[in-house]
């Protein structure tokens, strides 16, 4: 369980692939704290550590990923040198500052125009397929693992589309600092979304 609070912005050292993949990730984190086995949002999928390191580059640890997960997702794509936003699970008495995020992912979302505004920038982002029914205005979404309060939702013939603020820090403390039109973003529905939208089809 996570809380769409990225604490970190690490890079992809080494991606091996023998059969699953395994993704190498550098980090200011102190490996030692790390246990194995235990669950990281990796710019939002739930992925267990299996490794952990320190060698001339700093600190690292290591992650499996399985091609079902490389599918339905961005991860599929990354390489030596990607930027990965980062999370450790919740613990009993941490602060939710967010909003329940679970780590896994429900499709990849599309950045369509990346603005200024004010300070802050104003992302609009088509949603997956068959997904825009969760989308609610002042409800939530975590894109890239971020918790994200939408402004407002367009439905159209090419489907759902939808508008985010990212205030300066989020800007400047995610990997959302070097979005442009194109960029794709592992994209998680509000689990409340989730439930009320069962509970009206069961009715």
Do not use: Q
């Not at 690490?10 to 086995?37: H, S």
């Not at 979302?109 to 104003?122: D, F, L, N, Q, T």
């Not at 825009?132 to 409800?139: D, E, I, T």
């Amino acid at each position: 369980m996570f809380t769409g609070l990225v604490r970190a912005v690490g890079t992809v050292r080494e991606v091996r692939v023998d059969g699953d993949r395994r993704i190498v990730i550098g980090c200011d984190w102190d490996p030692d704290a790390i246990a194995i086995g235990a669950s990281i949002a990796c710019s939002g999928v739930c992925l267990t550590a299996v490794e952990t390191g320190r060698d001339a580059d700093g600190p690292w640890f290591a992650v499996d990923v399985s091609a079902e997960t490389c599918a339905r997702t961005t991860l599929g794509g990354w390489a030596a040198g990607s930027r990965v936003n980062l999370e450790p699970s919740l613990r009993v008495g941490d602060e939710l500052g967010g909003h329940i995020v679970s780590g896994h992912v429900d499709g990849v979302a599309e950045i369509v125009a990346v603005a200024p505004e004010g300070g802050s920038h104003r992302l609009t982002v088509a949603a997956p397929a068959g997904f825009g029914r969760f989308v609610a205005a002042k409800g939530s979404v975590a894109l890239d693992g971020i918790s994200l309060t939408v402004n407002e939702v367009e439905d159209g013939a090419g489907g759902t589309r939808f508008g985010v603020n990212i205030i300066p820090h989020t800007w400047a403390v995610t990997t959302l600092a070097g979005a442009a039109a194109g960029t794709r973003l592992n994209f998680e529905i509000d689990v409340l979304a989730r439930y009320v939208a069962r509970l009206g089809a069961a009715g």
